[in-house]
Protein backbone atom coordinates (compact mmCIF):
# COMPACT_ATOMS: atom_id res chain seq x y z
CA UNK A 1 0.00 0.00 0.00
CA UNK A 2 1.14 3.60 -1.08
CA UNK A 3 1.04 5.90 1.34
CA UNK A 4 -0.70 9.28 0.71
CA UNK A 5 1.43 12.48 -0.50
CA UNK A 6 1.01 15.10 2.22
CA UNK A 7 2.12 18.65 2.86
CA UNK A 8 1.63 18.36 6.32
CA UNK A 9 0.44 15.06 7.58
CA UNK A 10 -2.72 14.70 9.52
CA UNK A 11 -2.24 16.23 13.03
CA UNK A 12 -0.95 19.77 10.82
CA UNK A 13 -3.58 19.63 9.08
CA UNK A 14 -6.18 19.38 11.88
CA UNK A 15 -3.99 22.18 13.48
CA UNK A 16 -4.56 24.38 10.30
CA UNK A 17 -7.94 23.90 10.40
CA UNK A 18 -8.94 24.58 14.01
CA UNK A 19 -6.82 27.77 14.17
CA UNK A 20 -9.16 28.88 10.84
CA UNK A 21 -12.12 28.31 12.39
CA UNK A 22 -11.17 29.52 16.19
CA UNK A 23 -9.60 32.95 15.09
CA UNK A 24 -11.57 36.31 15.17
CA UNK A 25 -8.93 37.85 13.54
CA UNK A 26 -9.79 40.24 10.55
CA UNK A 27 -7.29 38.45 8.31
CA UNK A 28 -5.86 35.25 8.46
CA UNK A 29 -2.00 34.84 6.97
CA UNK A 30 -1.31 31.29 5.39
CA UNK A 31 2.47 31.44 5.35
CA UNK A 32 4.12 29.08 2.92
CA UNK A 33 7.79 28.74 1.49
CA UNK A 34 6.46 27.27 -1.72
CA UNK A 35 2.89 28.18 -4.08
CA UNK A 36 -0.14 27.56 -3.28
CA UNK A 37 -1.12 28.79 -7.12
CA UNK A 38 -1.35 26.07 -10.07
CA UNK A 39 1.59 28.52 -11.34
CA UNK A 40 4.21 27.02 -9.59
CA UNK A 41 7.40 26.45 -11.40
CA UNK A 42 8.42 23.92 -9.10
CA UNK A 43 5.27 21.52 -9.20
CA UNK A 44 7.16 19.20 -11.18
CA UNK A 45 10.01 18.64 -8.75
CA UNK A 46 6.74 18.17 -5.93
CA UNK A 47 8.15 21.38 -4.35
CA UNK A 48 4.92 22.99 -4.65
CA UNK A 49 1.47 22.64 -3.31
CA UNK A 50 0.07 21.33 -6.39
CA UNK A 51 2.17 18.57 -6.58
CA UNK A 52 0.09 17.84 -3.04
CA UNK A 53 -3.21 19.18 -5.08
CA UNK A 54 -5.59 16.93 -3.31
CA UNK A 55 -4.83 17.93 0.19
CA UNK A 56 -4.35 21.65 -0.86
CA UNK A 57 -7.72 21.60 -2.27
CA UNK A 58 -9.29 20.06 0.73
CA UNK A 59 -7.84 23.02 2.84
CA UNK A 60 -9.21 25.28 0.19
CA UNK A 61 -12.56 23.92 -0.05
CA UNK A 62 -12.66 23.77 4.07
CA UNK A 63 -12.10 27.31 4.12
CA UNK A 64 -14.64 28.42 1.51
CA UNK A 65 -17.68 25.95 3.02
CA UNK A 66 -16.65 27.15 6.59
CA UNK A 67 -17.13 30.53 5.19
CA UNK A 68 -14.03 31.55 6.82
CA UNK A 69 -13.25 35.20 5.90
CA UNK A 70 -10.14 37.45 5.87
CA UNK A 71 -7.46 34.51 4.86
CA UNK A 72 -4.77 35.44 2.76
CA UNK A 73 -1.88 33.21 0.99
CA UNK A 74 1.62 34.43 1.20
CA UNK A 75 4.21 32.16 -0.83
CA UNK A 76 7.54 32.20 -2.36
CA UNK A 77 10.37 30.13 -4.03
CA UNK A 78 9.66 31.40 -8.06
CA UNK A 79 11.78 34.49 -7.96
CA UNK A 80 9.18 36.88 -9.35
CA UNK A 81 6.36 39.00 -8.04
CA UNK A 82 2.99 37.35 -8.33
CA UNK A 83 -0.49 38.36 -7.02
CA UNK A 84 -3.01 35.23 -8.13
CA UNK A 85 -7.07 35.06 -7.08
CA UNK A 86 -7.05 31.37 -6.54
CA UNK A 87 -10.44 29.73 -8.57
CA UNK A 88 -12.81 28.56 -7.65
CA UNK A 89 -12.36 29.39 -3.76
CA UNK A 90 -11.48 33.21 -4.16
CA UNK A 91 -8.92 33.14 -2.27
CA UNK A 92 -5.69 35.33 -2.57
CA UNK A 93 -2.07 34.66 -2.63
CA UNK A 94 0.38 36.67 -2.75
CA UNK A 95 4.05 35.54 -3.67
CA UNK A 96 6.37 38.62 -3.13
CA UNK A 97 10.18 37.97 -4.97
CA UNK A 98 13.39 38.89 -3.99
CA UNK A 99 14.33 42.71 -4.50
CA UNK A 100 17.56 41.87 -5.84
CA UNK A 101 16.02 39.63 -8.67
CA UNK A 102 16.52 40.83 -11.96
CA UNK A 103 15.11 38.35 -14.23
CA UNK A 104 10.66 36.82 -14.26
CA UNK A 105 8.74 34.63 -15.40
CA UNK A 106 6.70 34.93 -18.46
CA UNK A 107 3.71 37.52 -18.13
CA UNK A 108 0.60 35.24 -18.49
CA UNK A 109 -2.80 35.96 -20.13
CA UNK A 110 -4.78 34.03 -17.07
CA UNK A 111 -7.74 35.74 -15.42
CA UNK A 112 -6.17 34.12 -12.15
CA UNK A 113 -2.95 36.52 -12.48
CA UNK A 114 -3.72 39.85 -11.09
CA UNK A 115 0.05 40.81 -11.00
CA UNK A 116 3.22 39.96 -12.20
CA UNK A 117 6.28 41.60 -12.16
CA UNK A 118 10.19 41.75 -11.14
CA UNK A 119 12.30 44.62 -10.29
CA UNK A 120 13.08 44.93 -14.27
CA UNK A 121 9.48 45.79 -14.72
CA UNK A 122 9.09 47.27 -12.04
CA UNK A 123 11.88 50.06 -12.44
CA UNK A 124 10.95 50.52 -16.47
CA UNK A 125 7.32 51.36 -15.36
CA UNK A 126 9.71 54.33 -12.85
CA UNK A 127 7.62 52.11 -9.42
CA UNK A 128 10.97 51.95 -7.83
CA UNK A 129 12.76 55.23 -7.00
CA UNK A 130 16.18 55.56 -8.48
CA UNK A 131 17.81 56.11 -5.55
CA UNK A 132 16.99 52.66 -4.65
CA UNK A 133 17.81 51.26 -8.26
CA UNK A 134 21.06 52.82 -7.81
CA UNK A 135 21.93 50.68 -4.06
CA UNK A 136 20.85 47.63 -6.34
CA UNK A 137 23.35 47.71 -9.23
Known sequence: RVPVKTMLGVAQKQALKDWLLSSNATFKM???SVMFSDFAGHTFYGESWPAFATERNEIMDF???NRI???MLFSGDEHTGRVFKMNPWGIYEVAPNP???K???PIAADPQ???QSNIAVLASANLIPQSVLTLLR
Open 99 to 101: LGW
Open 30 to 32: IIS
Open 113 to 115: ILF
Open 63 to 65: IKD
Open 103 to 105: VGG
Open 69 to 71: SGV
